[in-house]
């Protein structure tokens, strides 16, 4: 893990291996902690080890405050737009950051063009961002026709996610955004449309607190609002059957523990967020029906592998990443994909 820092801005990105061609996402706030930055780094490594890819994970931060933030950005995809352009460094906008303001480097990196194809009216990265957590759902939990799910952390592809579970039978009964917790309205058609216009304020006037949604009789609960979202206490309050990430790193170790010891299904967030990773760098046709079917063998094969584990599903997920990175690097990067 390495961190380079930038001449222009207060800004720096983690670089999780050395020397190998990096993705990962930018984060723009006052400040950026280095520490959550290089385990966002790691989580996305082991993605890129389960689908058998030679790319690291990076993270990067801006520290800037609010008035300052679009010209410290600008210095930013000014100095790192090279490093795009020669297939070294691809990132994608995160909280504080937008899409637009990330456009001279995505218009220089080497990912695919079908990757923002259009899927009824999202690009396939959204689509598969949805859908990938829904598939290790599935894998885990077996048929969703009749299943209840709760989606902690609604954001840009909890629309994508709920439309994917929904089509599979199953019913959503909360959401929560970190504006509160919503049980209402929550078909995938009237969930887009509140996204769209009213971002994390969809969750209304006078809604309960969104750490309710932890206690929400859910068979399987969608986590993905934050890093470390779900630590030991709040795992022993958990009322789902199933927890399967839809955004990097959401429990903690102690939390894992926890929900290994009451049969709790949890899947390794590198599975169920890598989909994704397919639509940038597809590895075969790149039709997005193609690329679908890849992620969806990728995700099903990482799953069965590792079910049944001696050591836990999580720690098998773990193994199988690291034998593929051991396949192409002479040192294995130090620390699993966990939320400290």
């Not at 949604?213 to 795992?235: P, R, Y």
């Not at 584990?309 to 690097?329: M, Q, T």
Request: with cysteine; glycine share 10%; net charge negative.
């Amino acid at each position: 893990m390495s961190i380079h820092k930038l001449s222009t801005s207060d800004a720096f990105v983690a670089f999780d291996l050395d020397g190998a061609p990096s993705s990962g996402i930018v984060r723009s706030a006052p400040k950026i902690l280095q520490g959550g930055a290089k385990d966002l780094a790691r989580s996305l490594t082991y993605a890129f080890a389960t689908l058998e890819m030679q790319r690291g994970g990076a993270s990067a931060g801006i520290n800037a405050q609010p008035d300052d933030r679009a010209d410290a950005t600008a210095a930013f995809v000014d100095e790192l737009t090279p490093m795009a352009a020669d297939g070294s460094l691809s990132l994608d906008a995160g909280k504080g950051v937008s899409d637009l303001q990330l456009q001279a480097m995505a218009d220089a990196d080497d990912r695919a063009e079908v990757a923002s194809a259009d899927i009824g009216g999202i690009s396939l990265s959204v689509h598969l961002a949805g859908l990938g957590p829904v598939l290790a759902a599935e894998n885990i939990c077996g048929d969703l026709a009749d299943k209840t799910v709760a989606i902690e952390g609604f954001d840009s592809h909890g629309p994508a996610l709920a439309a994917a579970a929904t089509d599979r039978g199953a019913t959503v009964i909360a959401i929560s955004t970190p504006k509160g917790l919503r049980t209402e309205g929550l078909d995938p058609a009237t969930l887009a449309e509140l996204w769209k216009s009213d971002g994390a304020a969809m969750a209304g006037e006078g809604a309960d607190p969104a750490w309710k949604i932890f206690v929400t009789t859910a068979d399987i609960l969608f986590a993905g609002s934050k890093i470390g979202a779900i630590d030991h206490n709040t795992a022993a309050k958990l009322a789902a059957k199933a927890v399967v990430p839809h955004n990097p790193l959401p429990f903690t170790a102690r939390a894992l523990a926890v929900m290994q010891r009451a049969d709790i299904a949890v899947v390794a967030d590198f599975i169920s967020t890598s989909a994704p990773l397919l639509a940038g760098w597809p590895t075969g046709d790149t039709t997005p029906d193609a690329v679908i079917a890849s992620a969806t063998n990728a995700i099903e094969s990482a799953l069965n592998e590792t079910k049944g584990h001696p050591d836990g599903a999580f720690l098998g997920a773990c193994h199988r990443a690291e034998a593929y990175l051991s396949s192409w690097r002479e040192d294995l990067p130090f620390g699993r994909p966990l939320a400290g």
